[in-house]
């Protein structure tokens, strides 16, 4: 019993001796990082989006409850609130979002199309993605994406 436990305890320490892989701080030149791969929620349902530029590259990822964005701004890991939503929509997300936390806010723009080749989610055919700093200048991403649905 005791030769099963060691060599479980020393895996576990070694994993938690390891560094957290740093994220990327710019996508094709951009003040926006990659975000590391997500999982779909318990409940509800999720948007991914990825660039619509040179290279397709996870940005964000929105979730319809909790109600939030998460993407990485010159390569940090952040997650902002949902403040406002307007227009037609699908899976819990509107034609334009936005999200708000210290001096950033965060507007997804997309039309959302369900496939019958998908179950539980949509397509993000185009969108736009714009990052504001308060104070500073304003980003404006193109992205595509995908929404998956808790079952």
């Known amino acids: 019993m ?56 996870l940005i964000a990822m929105a979730s319809s409850d909790p109600a939030r964005i998460r ?27 936005s999200y708000a936390g210290g001096d950033l806010t965060v507007t997804i723009e997309m039309a959302i199309v369900r496939r019958g080749d998908l179950t539980q989610g949509g397509v993000v055919e185009s969108g736009t993605l714009t990052i504001a700093r308060e104070g500073g200048d304003s980003l404006i991403v193109p992205v595509v994406g995908i929404i998956g649905c808790a079952a």
């Open 71 to 97: 993407f990485a701004p010159d390569g940090k890991l952040v997650d902002l609130v949902r403040v406002r939503q307007s227009g037609p929509g699908d899976f819990g997300f509107l034609a334009q979002t």
């Open 2 to 57: 005791r030769l099963v436990i060691l060599p479980l305890a020393l895996a576990v320490l070694t994993a938690a001796e390891e560094p957290p892989k740093p994220l990327a701080r710019s996508v094709d030149g951009l003040p926006i990082g990659a975000i590391p791969k997500q999982e779909l929620p318990q409940s509800g349902c999720a948007a991914f989006f990825w660039t619509a530029t040179q290279t397709r590259t």
